[in-house]
């Protein structure tokens, strides 16, 4: 079946330590987006990519980084300069171009929770 | 002024009834809008979204986009108990989804 795949579901994370959240997409969407969700807040863009090798910083990038080597991945580190990254991520994917208002798709989550 | 703006709940409908949910953005070269409904703990799933003025009707469901007054709905007819969820809207601003703005979502209680 066709859709993204998000890794881990559920995630600890100690003080000072780097995690990254795997994305992983059979859609063959060119665009893909790491959002964060707070409870009972909205979504906040991280990052998104619209090109295998290249990536552009959303509205709430510091403390991430990502990578986009393949067409199909999107992995995103959450890294020790974040300093209260406990909240629900999710990746996303889209086609580019003005075909269907760019739809975008999401994968399941994942929950990070520092310890 | 937040870019989307959607009243927070929770909204409770009876079942059976028609659930009114509403949107409003503040900025007018938005081109594209969609619903999303989130469970508790899971992701978003796209219900439908709308490009033009008036309505767009998909089963229960009917978007309403009145861009001059820059306002969205969405209307659920014959509300169920498995309606109850978080509803966002979400505004494309422009050609890509980077430019995608998602209002905080209205929880929508229907009780049976």
């Known amino acids: 079946d066709g859709g993204i795949t998000q890794s881990p579901k559920y995630l600890f994370r100690k003080e000072g330590q780097n995690v990254t959240l795997s994305c992983e997409q059979n859609l063959n969407h060119d665009a893909m987006y790491w959002y964060r969700q707070d409870p009972g807040q909205g979504l906040r863009l991280i990052y998104y990519?619209?090109?295998?090798?290249?990536?552009q910083k959303g509205d709430i990038a510091e403390g991430y980084s990502v990578s986009r080597e393949k067409k199909e991945s999107f992995p995103l580190t959450v890294t020790s300069a974040q300093k209260n990254p406990t909240a629900f991520y999710l990746c996303?994917?889209?086609?580019?171009?003005?075909?269907?208002?760019?739809?975008?798709?999401f994968g399941e989550g994942s929950w990070l929770t520092v310890v | 002024q937040k870019e989307v703006e959607q009243n927070s709940g929770p909204l409770s409908v009876p079942e059976g009834a028609i659930a009114s949910l509403n949107c409003t953005y503040s900025?007018?070269?938005?081109?594209?809008f969609f619903w999303y409904r989130q469970y508790s703990g899971k992701s978003p799933e796209l219900i439908m979204f709308?490009?033009?003025?008036g309505d767009k009707e998909d089963g229960r469901f009917t978007a309403q986009l009145n861009k001059a007054s820059q306002y969205v709905s969405l209307l659920i007819r014959d509300s169920q108990p498995s309606d109850s969820a978080t509803y966002l809207c979400?505004?494309?601003?422009?050609?890509?989804?980077?430019?995608?703005?998602f209002g905080p979502g209205t929880r929508l209680s229907v009780l049976p």
């Open positions: 990519s619209q090109i295998v090798n290249d990536f």
């Open positions: 900025d007018r070269g938005s081109q594209s």
């Open positions: 996303a994917s889209s086609i580019t171009g003005r075909i269907s208002g760019n739809t975008i798709y």
């Open positions: 709308i490009y033009s003025n």
């Open positions: 979400a505004v494309n601003r422009g050609n890509y989804g980077q430019n995608f703005v």
